[in-house]
């Protein structure tokens, strides 16, 4: 079995290195004399001013070839074309990993004449660049490199003056199969992490005195040869370096290789690799609230750090990415340990180990940073970095956050030594050990190639990087499994005396976390966009045209009846005035009239333009109806089909305008008396009077006027959710989104209703696509957050939360700054007008009066056209306009960057989505790039964060109110209890006695608004909520109390209209019918409708203002003239008038819509008894 399984591995591929050309080696200096790099200006020998230099090819600290010595000069650049191979073998799941993360370091070296008595030619090393293999890995098969020569210390390339271009070297990449195949591609992952720099380090540690190593170090997650076999690697950042603060000592933001080989110098800087810079507000760590801006920038700033910068790539297959998914499912945190151990006073690496060994407590200040990686699993999220916080390490501590039982300190010390220890050694060439490097030039010359697997039996060096990492994979391995029976855990947990000083000084270290695919792809917009249109097909604009015999002839008769008419409006303009005279019409007077319309037409040119409007019609009668599409051969034929078409078009002509004329004109159609606002604003005033059959007609009125629009469409959903009939609800949602496909509330709706129906992949369509319509919408994301929980999705309700948070103080500092800037140019203004009449400018007292003076006259009481509240646009809801004048907002955390992850600005220069951070230019290459603008530039004072009026939370709250999704509404009341730091706000309870209020829970409701009125009682909300309570319990003389202090507040409660209508029918009840008259009044002066005018008209008649009444009568009969309640009352004031005819008319109708008001009834029949007249019955 394993023999049939070793014939599927892949043979090993040759990755072919080839060293081109090197150029700029040489230069001439300013006075045209040859300035060459050599290691002497005049070189003696009879090849004068070339300089002979070869380029030795290094890869894991094994030399893989020699280019053979080649001159060059300032006019011919050294052609090496020399080519050496390095096989990657399938064989080792690691190799790829090798590949990934190491760099190929070419070396130039310049090799000096011999001299006499000389046995061995001089050698100097002129500087290095290293090559990286990272393209191989991404599936290329060619790539080609122009590396910049980073002179070593001491070398001659060092004295190139600035200006100069820098030396150069061309190398290509080559293999002849992809290393990787379009499925392994899809399948693996690369996973960059780069430690950047630990900032607020103890106080005690001092850049005098002994000197330590820092080292950082995490396990990750690695290739297997059995992949059902998760197995996890330890990776080390050993060469951290204490440094003065930003302020002191200019940081360099070029990133290092983790394994630099034998590079030195400026070798060991990755090409083109640089640190990111994000905002704060954009990361994902653990410093980035408000209270920790003053601490972040004086810790970068000020203080000391300790400094990496270093990148380290692993390669991933299918099952490492798998089982890395899974374990950030599971445990979310990952940890990276953080210490500190003694630099050695002198001896040779092993001599150091055994000698460390020896000693103990080597490993100080040992701490760790928990990186939450469950951002990575959101959808389209590909990196994340931040500030994570350095805690004092215990195994208690470890295995509470991570779930691991014991911490990989001493395995990350002795990688961190072998490292330390092999990175001493220098990259020349050196004069001891001449067998050793007559050894090494046999190697090169037999083959010209190494495999990646041979290192393993190569000498320490070799072998460190796959059996010290195999060891390593087993250790954690062991110690993740291994059930662990310490008495840290089980007993006492002991304290990190040293650890503990990293809390004390607020530590933090920044990690950058990247994967070239995301581990959750996110479904893109079109795709969203599809499965709605496939879920609710959209509406076609127009009906599909169909083109048939009674369609042309459906046409032609439009046409016929359209040129009548216009020949009727000429004629009524020439001959109106002769109609009119009582004439007799004569035969000899109706010619002379016709011959002039005739004459009239044709010389005014609308006897052409009329044919020309019949002959588009005409023609699609002779092609649908007579078939003829070709020309007529024979002439005769031709006439005979002109005479049949002739009679056909006649008769057709004779039928169309019968139809149409008609001898007296028919009145055009009145336009509607009331409009769609209003008759939505009629709906509500129903439903708020639980007339609920009456809301349904008006609804449906609605609709049936405007079928298009999607608004009245979803306001008829939203009612039906209200009664409970979800079933019409989905159905009305389902119209709304066939109109509009992008209706942001129909979309977020639609999502409620599969909610609650439980078809959840339904309903996570319509929310992603809500966010996916408006990203920048807070509600559409705090909506797909409320879906998540309700599916137990904590990890993408975490996402949709910070990025809902993250727009919300977002829109808030930009309210923020428009406010600000108005009020910049109120002063601006008021200043130009004081130097202008020639006053001095205001004090700042006065000022501040004026401002307040105008606050004041801006923010007077203004009429809106309707008062009900209705639900708010999605793009035109804003979250700042609290229910109170004390509701203030809390403090929100800012979001990480979501979805489609922006790598940050570096120089002022934008990037595009799709270049990774790694990709920024530097101002020259081969060199440490130095933040010197950045470090020099004074920083501008920094602004407070915002803090938004409303929650998240409470904003979905408002709405969901509005559209009367309730489970919804008391999922986000939970959160938004949970996340408010004060817990129950008046806000809370008034939200919840809204909740309660609609599920008809009176005794709840109250409740709450009592717990809201004894924090906040003059909130004008509070008051009228508890109105109603009273007022649908029966209590009128509370509900009147309630009513009359929230009309006092100088402040309107949020809906008005049904306050008016209740406190005035309360009036009524009491007998107060001037001050019934005066409450309904105010409900008509702000939003008028029936109920409203019909309150006054009953107020008006009981007070005997019969005229009034009857005029507001009339008014309420114009908005609604089906209304019996309003032609029982006309009747009454007509009874009283002694108009009889008009009475028995009302009353009539009263009967006909079936008036039911029994008290009514009887006061219309005493009448008619008194008045004798006004029923048809008697």
Same mark, same amino acid.
């Given at each position: 079995?394993?023999?049939?399984?070793?014939?599927?591995v892949?043979?090993?591929?040759? *990755?072919?290195?080839?060293?081109c050309?090197?150029?700029?080696?040489?230069?001439?200096?300013?006075?045209?004399?040859?300035?060459?790099?050599?290691s002497?200006?005049?070189?003696?020998?009879?090849?004068?001013?070339?300089v =002979?230099?070869?380029?030795?090819?290094e890869f894991?600290e094994?030399?893989l070839?020699e280019?053979?010595? #080649?001159?060059?000069?300032?006019?011919?650049?050294?052609?090496?074309?020399?080519?050496?191979?390095?096989?990657?073998?399938?064989?080792?799941?690691?190799?790829?990993?090798?590949?990934?993360?190491?760099?190929?370091?070419?070396?130039?070296?310049?090799?000096?004449?011999?001299?006499?008595?000389?046995?061995?030619?001089? @050698?100097?090393?002129?500087g290095? &660049?290293?090559?990286?293999?990272?393209?191989l890995?991404k599936?290329?098969?060619?790539?080609?490199?122009?590396? #910049?020569?980073n002179?070593?210390?001491?070398?001659?390339?060092?004295?190139?003056?600035?200006?100069?271009?820098r030396?150069?070297?061309?190398?290509?990449?080559?293999?002849?199969?992809?290393?990787?195949d379009? %499925?392994?591609?899809?399948?693996g992952?690369?996973?960059?992490i780069?430690?950047?720099?630990?900032?607020?380090?103890?106080?005690?540690?001092?850049?005098?005195?002994?000197?330590?190593?820092?080292?950082?170090?995490?396990?990750?997650?690695?290739?297997s040869?059995?992949? @059902?076999?998760?197995?996890?690697?330890?990776v080390?950042?050993?060469g951290?370096?204490?440094?003065?603060?930003?302020?002191?000592?200019?940081?360099?933001?070029?990133?290092k290789?983790?394994?630099?080989?034998?590079?030195?110098?400026?070798s060991?800087?990755?090409?083109?690799?640089?640190?990111?810079?994000?905002?704060?507000?954009?990361?994902?760590?653990?410093?980035?609230?408000?209270?920790?801006?003053?601490?972040?920038?004086?810790?970068?700033?000020?203080?000391?750090?300790?400094?990496?910068?270093?990148?380290r790539?692993?390669?991933?297959? =299918?099952?490492?990415v798998?089982g890395?998914?899974?374990s950030?499912?599971?445990?979310?945190?990952?940890?990276?340990?953080?210490?500190?151990?003694?630099?050695p006073?002198?001896?040779?690496?092993?001599?150091? @180990?055994?000698k460390?060994?020896d000693?103990?407590?080597?490993?100080?200040?040992?701490?760790?940073?928990?990186?939450?990686?469950?951002?990575?699993l959101?959808?389209?999220?590909?990196r994340?970095?931040?500030?994570?916080?350095?805690?004092?390490?215990?195994?208690?501590?470890l295995?509470?956050?991570?779930?691991?039982?014991?911490?990989?300190?001493?395995?990350?010390?002795?990688l961190?030594?072998?490292?330390?220890?092999?990175?001493?050694?220098?990259p020349?060439?050196?004069?001891?050990?001449?067998?050793?490097?007559?050894?090494?030039?046999?190697?090169?010359?037999?083959?010209?190639?190494?495999? *990646?697997?041979?290192?393993?039996?190569?000498?320490?060096?070799?072998?460190?990087?796959?059996?010290?990492?195999?060891?390593?994979?087993?250790?954690?391995?062991? =110690?993740?499994?291994?059930?662990?029976?310490?008495?840290?855990?089980?007993?006492?947990?002991p304290?990190?005396?040293?650890?503990?000083?990293?809390?004390?000084?607020?530590s933090?270290?920044?990690?950058d976390?990247?994967?070239?695919?995301?581990?959750v792809?996110?479904?893109?917009?079109?795709?969203?966009?599809?499965?709605?249109a496939?879920?609710?097909?959209?509406?076609?604009?127009?009906?599909?045209?169909t083109?048939?015999?009674?369609?042309a002839?459906?046409d032609?008769?439009?046409?016929?009846?359209?040129?009548?008419?216009?020949?009727?409006?000429?004629?009524?303009?020439?001959?109106?005035?002769?109609q009119?005279?009582?004439?007799?019409?004569?035969?000899?007077?109706?010619?002379?009239?016709?011959?002039?319309?005739?004459?009239?037409?044709?010389s005014?040119?609308k006897?052409?333009?009329?044919?020309?409007?019949?002959?588009?019609?005409?023609?699609?009668?002779?092609?649908?109806?007579?078939l003829?599409t070709?020309?007529?051969?024979?002439?005769?034929?031709?006439?005979?089909?002109?005479?049949?078409?002739?009679?056909y078009?006649?008769?057709?002509m004779?039928?169309?305008l019968?139809?149409?004329?008609?001898?007296?004109?028919?009145?055009?159609i009145?336009?509607?008396?009331?409009t769609?606002?209003?008759?939505k604003?009629?709906?509500?005033?129903?439903?708020?009077?639980?007339n609920?059959?009456?809301?349904?007609?008006?609804?449906?009125?609605?609709? *049936?006027?405007?079928?298009?629009?999607?608004?009245?469409?979803?306001?008829f959903?939203?009612?039906?959710?209200?009664?409970?009939?979800?079933?019409?609800?989905?159905?009305?949602?389902?119209?709304?989104?066939?109109?509009?496909?992008?209706h942001m509330?129909?979309?977020?709706?639609n999502?409620?209703?599969?909610t609650?129906?439980?078809?959840?992949?339904?309903a996570?369509?319509?929310?992603?696509?809500?966010?996916?319509?408006?990203?920048?919408?807070?509600?559409?994301?705090?909506?797909?957050?409320?879906?998540?929980?309700?599916?137990?999705?904590d990890?993408?309700?975490?996402?949709?939360?910070?990025?809902?948070?993250?727009?919300?103080?977002?829109?808030?500092?930009?309210?923020?700054?428009?406010?600000?800037?108005e009020?910049?140019?109120?002063?601006?203004?008021?200043?130009?007008?004081?130097e202008k009449?020639?006053?001095?400018?205001?004090t700042?007292?006065?000022?501040?009066?004026?401002?307040l003076?105008?606050g004041?006259?801006?923010?007077?009481?203004?009429?809106?056209?309707?008062?009900?509240?209705q639900?708010?646009?999605?793009?035109?809801?804003?979250?700042?306009?609290?229910?109170?004048?004390?509701?203030?907002?809390?403090?929100?955390?800012?979001?990480?960057?979501?979805?489609?992850?922006?790598?940050?600005?570096?120089?002022?220069?934008?990037?595009?989505?799709?270049?990774?951070?790694?990709?920024?230019?530097?101002?020259?290459?081969?060199?440490?790039?130095v933040?010197?603008?950045?470090?020099?530039?004074?920083l501008?004072?920094?602004?407070?964060?915002?803090?938004?009026?409303?929650?998240?939370?409470?904003q979905a709250?408002?709405?969901?109110?509005?559209?009367?999704? #309730?489970?919804?509404t008391? %999922?986000?009341?939970?959160?938004?209890?949970?996340? @408010?730091?004060?817990?129950?706000?008046p806000?809370?309870?008034?939200?919840?006695?809204?909740?309660?209020?609609q599920?008809?829970?009176?005794?709840e409701?109250?409740?709450?608004?009592?717990?809201?009125?004894? #924090?906040?009682h003059?909130?004008?909300?509070?008051?009228?909520?508890?109105?109603?309570?009273?007022?649908?319990?029966?209590?009128?003389?509370?509900a009147?109390? &309630?009513?009359?202090?929230?009309?006092?507040f100088?402040?309107d409660?949020t809906?008005?209209?049904?306050?008016?209508?209740?406190?005035?029918?309360?009036?009524?009840?009491?007998?107060?019918?001037?001050?019934?008259?005066?409450?309904?009044?105010?409900? &008509?002066?702000?939003?008028?409708? &029936?109920?409203?005018?019909?309150?006054?008209?009953?107020a008006?008649?009981?007070l005997?203002?019969?005229?009034?009444a009857?005029?507001?009568?009339?008014?309420?009969?114009?908005?609604?003239?089906?209304?019996p309640?309003?032609w029982?009352?006309?009747?009454?004031v007509?009874?009283?008038?002694?108009?009889?005819?008009?009475?028995?008319?009302?009353?009539?109708?009263?009967?006909?819509?079936?008036? %039911?008001?029994?008290?009514?009834?009887?006061?219309?029949?005493?009448?008619?008894?008194?008045?004798?007249?006004? =029923?048809?019955?008697?």
């Open positions: 079995m394993a023999e049939a399984e070793a014939i599927h892949r043979p090993p591929e040759p *990755i072919v290195i080839t060293v050309r090197a150029h700029n080696l040489v230069q001439y200096s300013d006075t045209d004399r040859v300035s060459k790099c050599g002497q200006l005049n070189m003696r020998g009879s090849k004068g001013d070339a =002979n230099v070869m380029v030795k090819v894991n094994k030399v070839g280019t053979p010595k #080649v001159d060059c000069s300032p006019d011919v650049p050294a052609e090496f074309n020399f080519s050496t191979t390095l096989n990657c073998t399938y064989e080792d799941p690691l190799a790829l990993d090798e590949i990934a993360h190491k760099p190929v370091v070419l070396t130039v070296i310049e090799v000096m004449p011999k001299e006499r008595r000389q046995k061995e030619e001089k @050698t100097s090393t002129l290095q &660049c290293t090559l990286d293999l990272l393209p890995v599936g290329e098969t060619n790539y080609r490199y122009t590396l #910049v020569i002179p070593t210390p001491g070398s001659p390339l060092e004295a190139i003056p600035a200006e100069n271009p030396p150069e070297l061309d190398v290509m990449l080559s293999v002849n199969e992809a290393l990787l379009e %499925q392994q591609i899809k399948d992952n690369l996973l960059t780069t430690v950047e720099s630990l900032f607020s380090p103890p106080d005690s540690w001092q850049l005098t005195g002994q000197q330590f190593y820092y080292s950082a170090a995490l396990p990750v997650p690695c290739n040869e059995d992949p @059902t076999e998760k197995k996890e690697m330890l080390v950042f050993p951290g370096q204490l440094k003065l603060g930003a302020d002191k000592e200019l940081p360099n933001k070029q990133k290789w983790a394994v630099p080989g034998s590079a030195v110098g400026n060991i800087f990755i090409p083109d690799s640089v640190i990111a810079s994000d905002p704060v507000e954009d990361e994902d760590g653990d410093f980035k609230d408000k209270g920790d801006r003053d601490h972040r920038h004086l810790s970068e700033s000020e203080k000391m750090r300790i400094t990496w910068n270093t990148e790539r692993c390669y991933l297959e =299918n099952a490492a798998k890395f998914q899974d950030v499912a599971k445990t979310r945190y990952w940890p990276i340990e953080i210490f500190r151990f003694p630099q006073a002198g001896g040779k690496g092993k001599k150091l @180990t055994s460390l060994k000693e103990e407590g080597t490993i100080s200040y040992h701490g760790v940073a928990f990186l939450n990686l469950a951002p990575l959101y959808p389209g999220v590909k994340i970095r931040g500030a994570f916080k350095v805690l004092p390490y215990t195994d208690h501590l295995h509470e956050k991570s779930k691991r039982k014991a911490g990989i300190g001493e395995e990350a010390l002795r961190s030594l072998n490292q330390l220890n092999r990175s001493s050694a220098s020349a060439p050196k004069k001891a050990g001449k067998e050793k490097a007559e050894a090494e030039k046999k190697d090169a010359k037999k083959g010209g190639h190494e495999s *990646i697997a041979k290192g393993k039996e190569s000498g320490a060096k070799g072998k460190f990087q796959f059996q010290s990492l195999g060891s390593a994979v087993m250790r954690l391995a062991s =110690n993740t499994l291994k059930s662990d029976t310490g008495s840290e855990i089980d007993g006492q947990v304290v990190n005396v040293e650890g503990q000083q990293y809390a004390d000084s607020k933090y270290i920044m990690i976390i990247c994967l070239t695919r995301p581990l792809p996110k479904r893109p917009p079109e795709e969203l966009a599809r499965r709605v496939e879920l609710i097909p959209p509406r076609p604009a127009f009906p599909k045209r083109d048939s015999a009674d369609k002839v459906e032609y008769h439009c046409q016929i009846a359209g040129v009548a008419s216009l020949l009727l409006e000429e004629f009524r303009e020439m001959f109106g005035e002769d009119g005279t009582g004439e007799p019409q004569t035969n000899e007077v109706m010619e002379g009239r016709r011959q002039k319309l005739m004459y009239h037409l044709n005014s040119g006897y052409f333009s009329f044919k020309e409007q019949l002959k588009h019609s005409v023609i699609k009668i002779v092609r649908e109806k007579y003829k070709t020309n007529f051969d024979d002439r005769q034929q031709l006439q005979t089909f002109l005479s049949e078409l002739y009679v078009l006649v008769d057709q004779h039928q169309s019968n139809k149409v004329l008609q001898i007296e004109d028919q009145p055009p009145p336009p509607p008396l009331t769609n606002a209003q008759l604003h009629f709906a509500r005033e129903a439903e708020v009077n639980k609920f059959d009456l809301a349904t007609k008006y609804y449906q009125e609605r609709i *049936i006027r405007e079928e298009s629009n999607a608004d009245n469409w979803f306001d959903g939203t009612f039906c959710l209200y009664t409970n009939n979800v079933s019409k609800a989905e159905e009305c949602f389902h119209k709304c989104i066939s109109i509009n496909q992008r509330d129909g979309l977020m709706l999502g409620v209703v599969c609650l129906a439980e078809r959840n992949e339904a996570e369509t319509f929310f992603e696509a809500a966010t996916n319509v408006d990203p920048k919408n807070i509600l559409a994301w705090t909506m797909l957050g409320l879906f998540y929980d309700t599916i137990s999705n990890i993408g309700a975490e996402m949709a939360y910070l990025e809902a948070n993250k727009l919300n103080i977002g829109q808030a500092a930009s309210i923020a700054r428009d406010e600000e800037q009020k910049e140019k109120k002063e601006k203004e008021k200043a130009e007008r004081a009449d020639g006053e001095a400018t205001d700042p007292q006065v000022e501040g009066d004026e401002e003076m105008i004041s006259s801006e923010g007077g009481l203004s009429v809106p056209a309707l008062d009900i509240k639900p708010t646009p999605v793009g035109e809801r804003t979250p700042f306009s609290a229910r109170s004048s004390n509701i203030k907002g809390e403090k929100r955390n800012s979001a990480g960057k979501r979805g489609s992850i922006v790598p940050p600005l570096s120089a002022g220069k934008s990037l595009t989505p799709s270049r990774p951070g790694s990709q920024l230019k530097e101002p020259a290459r081969g060199t440490p790039v933040g010197e603008a950045e470090a020099q530039e004074e501008p004072p920094r602004e407070p964060t915002p803090i938004p009026a409303m929650s998240i939370y409470m709250v408002d709405w969901l109110l509005e559209v009367k999704a #309730v489970p919804f008391e %999922q986000a009341l939970a959160h938004e209890l949970l996340t @408010t730091p004060s817990g129950k706000t806000a809370y309870h008034i939200a919840t006695a809204r909740v309660k209020l599920k008809e829970e009176y005794e409701a109250e409740q709450s608004l009592n717990d809201a009125l004894q #924090v906040e003059q909130n004008p909300d509070g008051w009228a909520l508890m109105g109603h309570v009273k007022y649908l319990n029966g209590d009128n003389h509370a009147r109390e &309630c009513y009359q202090r929230t009309l006092s100088v402040t409660a809906e008005t209209h049904s306050i008016y209508l209740r406190l005035a029918s309360i009036y009524l009840q009491d007998g107060e019918y001037q001050q019934a008259k005066q409450t309904f009044l105010m409900a &008509c002066k702000k939003s008028p409708s &029936c109920v409203s005018w019909l309150g006054v008209g009953i008006c008649y009981r005997g203002e019969l005229g009034e009857e005029d507001a009568l009339m008014e309420a009969n114009i908005l609604n003239n089906s209304d309640e309003v029982g009352y006309l009747s009454l007509c009874l009283r008038t002694a108009r009889k005819v008009e009475a028995e008319q009302s009353y009539k109708h009263a009967v006909k819509l079936q008036l %039911q008001d029994a008290a009514l009834l009887n006061e219309i029949h005493a009448e008619q008894k008194k008045a004798t007249f006004g =029923n048809p019955e008697f």
